[in-house]
């Protein structure tokens, strides 16, 4: 009960950052916590392989990254009035283009997945690197999106009637997508397939020995991941106004583990106080001096090797997120 | 004679140079509590994962419930019934003991592609979990303790708990008695001598005075080959078997 009243507050905080930001002239806190939900969104969908099933995705900025250009190729087209393909015409409707990035990260996830998965270990960190570079450096490549460049898109999504180029309501909107997915999420670790994923991280030779073959949970779970990092990317697209390779690079990939290594791998919220502790000090750091990364690696460091729950640990026995 | 449950043909398995399997011939009836005893390196432990399908023998053929199995995974046999347990047991070392055995469960109660209920609070899950704990005489106030605060015979009791929860066809177990202290050991005779009739099984064990007080049959593995196989009386008395392996077991 006194975790539903805590959780009650720090969602009342959230809702009301813009207008504190405001209040105390920071207007610009907006946006970094927008940046922070979203990458939260990312890092989260992470987490439910990674923490929960045990399976180290070293290519989760792809789905980031091919949900982001959904956006900006849709965009594109909607803006030239040439459909895609020629068949699929473009589109600058949020309620189309999100469920869109949607759909393609988690078709994505389901190939690249169905692939990898076959591996396991080191052998699994490094195939789904290999895609993920892959599906980099085709969109290097593809000079029709802006290639290295990247892509503009000039105007955000339209969303029945609301301004996304508004920093408060494209924050508002992140975060509710970040609070729906965190719930739903809950819901999936808790059920029957949730309890196979924690099964599949913690002995896959005692998952056989009850029956259960672990290949095809193990798909779900990488795709259901991808969907959601496909509608991360979806929303970044349209908080940054633009898209590029960069997006899907593999440090973004690394910087996601981290996120959720340093919140508390295997808890609901704890890549959600990776993403803002990372963005966050990123957002001081950089302020202060130019080689804020040299100040960044120790502190990793030191939670990594002081605390196994990440910043999740200080939460007492909230920590393992499944009580 | 009814159909074994358990019928094994000339199973041959090699590695390298050694042969571990050397055409083995074995049947379980039945109703039939039926021990395979050997002395160490005889290759039972071998025998037991070509049996559950982890090791893939070089050839021969497993037959169970009817149907041949040789070629199908580990999970797919304990789907259709073919439930063991490891010598060194191989649980879900961060789940509570309940957790293990609902899982087990969960997973004889079909596919676990459900995404919304709460697993934890179906009661069509733990409520036969908690009977399983019973039946294996884990007390109940252990049902909610981590495997890994659980003593060792705890958890081998646990694990004959979850082999137990897809109503099998067939127990495999391997060497349940190891590392029990005499007590627990007596305990775990018991909870298998229920079970005893009920379901067949297959039973590795170096506990000798388990072995006969359970089987109804022995047979005997030396070298990956079955040397004698019988009545306990009979095997106890067969100059061979006490060549190989009984006095060698006298001796301590």
Same mark, same amino acid.
């Not at chain 1, 392989?49 to 982001?68: D, E, K, N, R």
């Not at chain 1, 997006?247 to 990776?274: F, N, Q």
């Not at chain 2, 789940?95 to 709460?118: C, I, K, M, P, Y």
């Not at chain 2, 007390?139 to 958890?155: K, Q, T, W």
């Given at each position: 009960?006194?975790?539903?009243?805590?959780?009650?507050?720090?969602?009342?905080?959230?809702?009301?950052?813009?207008?504190?930001?405001?209040?105390?002239?920071?207007?610009?806190?907006?946006?970094?916590?927008?940046?922070?939900?979203?990458?939260?969104?990312?890092?989260?969908?992470?987490?439910?392989?990674?923490?929960? +099933?045990?399976?180290?995705?070293?290519?989760?900025?792809?789905?980031?990254?091919?949900?982001?250009?959904?956006?900006?190729?849709?965009?594109?087209?909607?803006?030239?009035?040439?459909?895609?393909?020629?068949?699929?015409?473009?589109?600058?409707?949020?309620?189309?283009?999100?469920?869109?990035?949607?759909?393609?990260?988690?078709?994505?996830?389901?190939?690249?997945?169905?692939?990898?998965?076959?591996?396991? +270990?080191?052998?699994?960190?490094?195939?789904?690197?290999?895609?993920?570079?892959?599906?980099?450096?085709?969109?290097?490549?593809?000079?029709?999106?802006?290639?290295?460049?990247?892509?503009?898109?000039?105007?955000?999504?339209?969303?029945?009637?609301?301004?996304?180029?508004?920093?408060?309501?494209?924050?508002?909107?992140?975060?509710?997508?970040?609070?729906?997915?965190?719930?739903?999420?809950?819901?999936?670790?808790?059920?029957?397939?949730?309890?196979?994923?924690?099964?599949?991280?913690?002995?896959?030779?005692?998952?056989?020995?009850? +029956?259960?073959?672990?290949?095809?949970?193990?798909?779900?779970?990488?795709?259901?991941?991808?969907?959601?990092?496909?509608?991360? +990317?979806?929303?970044?697209?349209?908080?940054?106004?633009?898209?590029?390779?960069?997006?899907?690079?593999?440090?973004?990939?690394?910087?996601?583990?981290?996120?959720?290594?340093?919140?508390?791998?295997?808890?609901?919220?704890?890549?959600?106080?990776?993403?803002?502790?990372?963005?966050?000090?990123?957002?001081?750091?950089?302020?202060?001096?130019?080689?804020?990364?040299?100040?960044?690696?120790?502190?990793?460091?030191?939670?990594?090797?002081?605390?196994?729950?990440?910043?999740?640990?200080?939460?007492?026995?909230?920590?393992?997120?499944?009580? | 004679?009814?159909?074994?449950?358990?019928?094994?043909?000339?199973?041959?398995?090699?590695?390298?140079?050694? #042969?571990?399997?050397?055409?083995?011939?074995?049947?379980?009836?039945?109703?039939?509590?039926?021990?395979?005893?050997?002395?160490?390196?005889?290759?039972?432990?071998?025998?037991?994962?070509?049996?559950?399908?982890?090791?893939?023998?070089?050839?021969?053929?497993?037959?169970?419930?009817?149907?041949?199995?040789?070629?199908?995974?580990?999970?797919?046999?304990?789907?259709?019934?073919?439930?063991?347990?490891?010598?060194?047991?191989?649980?879900?070392?961060?789940?509570?003991?309940?957790?293990?055995?609902?899982?087990?469960?969960?997973?004889?109660?079909?596919?676990?592609?459900?995404?919304?209920?709460?697993?934890?609070?179906?009661?069509?899950?733990?409520?036969?979990?908690?009977?399983?704990?019973?039946?294996?005489?884990?007390?109940?106030?252990?049902?909610?303790?981590?495997?890994?605060?659980?003593?060792?015979?705890?958890?081998?009791?646990?694990?004959?708990?979850?082999?137990?929860?897809?109503?099998?066809?067939?127990?495999?177990?391997?060497?349940?008695?190891?590392?029990?202290?005499?007590?627990?050991?007596?305990?775990?005779?018991?909870?298998?001598?229920?079970?005893?009739?009920?379901?067949?099984?297959?039973?590795?064990?170096?506990?000798?005075?388990?072995?006969?007080?359970?089987?109804?049959?022995?047979?005997?593995?030396?070298?990956?080959?079955?040397?004698?196989?019988?009545?306990?009386?009979?095997?106890?008395?067969?100059?061979? #078997?006490?060549?190989?392996?009984?006095?060698?077991?006298?001796?301590?």
């Amino acid at each position: 009960m006194r975790e539903r009243v805590l959780l009650a507050a720090l969602l009342a905080a959230a809702v009301a950052l813009p207008w504190i930001a405001d209040a105390l002239g920071a207007p610009a806190t907006t946006g970094v916590a927008t940046r922070i939900a979203i990458y939260a969104i990312a890092a989260a969908s992470l987490n439910l392989i990674l923490g929960y +099933g045990g399976l180290v995705s070293f290519g989760h900025a792809a789905y980031f990254g091919l949900g982001g250009y959904t956006v900006g190729i849709l965009w594109e087209h909607f803006r030239l009035g040439e459909p895609f393909l020629g068949i699929i015409s473009g589109t600058a409707e949020f309620l189309i283009t999100f469920p869109a990035a949607i759909l393609v990260g988690g078709v994505a996830a389901a190939a690249i997945g169905a692939l990898s998965l076959r591996t396991s +270990g080191v052998q699994f960190i490094m195939i789904t690197l290999a895609f993920a570079q892959m599906v980099f450096f085709l969109f290097v490549s593809l000079a029709v999106y802006g290639g290295d460049d990247g892509l503009m898109v000039r105007r955000p999504n339209a969303l029945l009637g609301l301004n996304l180029r508004d920093p408060a309501t494209m924050y508002w909107l992140s975060l509710g997508v970040l609070v729906a997915w965190l719930w739903l999420m809950g819901r999936i670790v808790r059920s029957r397939f949730g309890r196979v994923l924690e099964g599949v991280r913690q002995s896959e030779r005692r998952m056989a020995a009850i +029956g259960i073959s672990t290949y095809a949970y193990k798909l779900a779970a990488f795709t259901i991941s991808g969907m959601a990092c496909g509608a991360a +990317g979806a929303l970044w697209a349209n908080y940054a106004r633009f898209v590029s390779p960069d997006m899907m690079h593999w440090t973004k990939s690394g910087e996601l583990m981290i996120m959720v290594i340093l919140g508390g791998i295997g808890t609901l919220l704890g890549p959600v106080l990776g993403a803002a502790a990372l963005v966050g000090l990123e957002y001081t750091l950089s302020g202060i001096t130019e080689h804020w990364q040299f100040i960044l690696g120790p502190i990793l460091i030191v939670i990594v090797l002081f605390a196994r729950k990440g910043l999740m640990s200080a939460f007492g026995r909230w920590g393992p997120g499944n009580g | 004679m009814a159909e074994p449950v358990l019928a094994i043909r000339n199973l041959v398995k090699r590695f390298g140079g050694l #042969v571990a399997t050397d055409d083995l011939t074995l049947e379980v009836q039945p109703g039939e509590l039926h021990a395979l005893i050997g002395p160490n390196g005889a290759g039972k432990t071998t025998a037991i994962g070509q049996i559950c399908g982890e090791i893939t023998p070089d050839s021969g053929s497993i037959r169970f419930d009817g149907a041949d199995i040789t070629r199908l995974s580990f999970a797919a046999r304990v789907k259709r019934g073919l439930s063991r347990t490891f010598q060194i047991v191989q649980l879900l070392d961060n789940d509570t003991a309940l957790e293990n055995v609902a899982l087990a469960v969960q997973a004889a109660q079909g596919h676990s592609f459900r995404f919304w209920a709460n697993a934890r609070l179906d009661r069509s899950i733990t409520d036969p979990a908690r009977a399983l704990l019973a039946q294996v005489g884990l007390p109940e106030e252990r049902a909610r303790v981590r495997v890994s605060d659980l003593s060792h015979g705890e958890r081998k009791q646990l694990e004959l708990a979850a082999a137990l929860a897809p109503n099998p066809k067939l127990l495999l177990l391997d060497e349940p008695m190891a590392g029990l202290g005499a007590a627990e050991s007596l305990r775990m005779t018991e909870v298998l001598r229920a079970l005893k009739g009920r379901i067949p099984m297959l039973l590795v064990e170096h506990d000798m005075d388990a072995v006969f007080a359970l089987a109804d049959r022995v047979s005997v593995l030396v070298y990956g080959r079955c040397i004698a196989s019988g009545r306990p009386d009979d095997i106890r008395a067969d100059p061979a #078997v006490r060549e190989a392996y009984l006095t060698e077991e006298d001796g301590h």
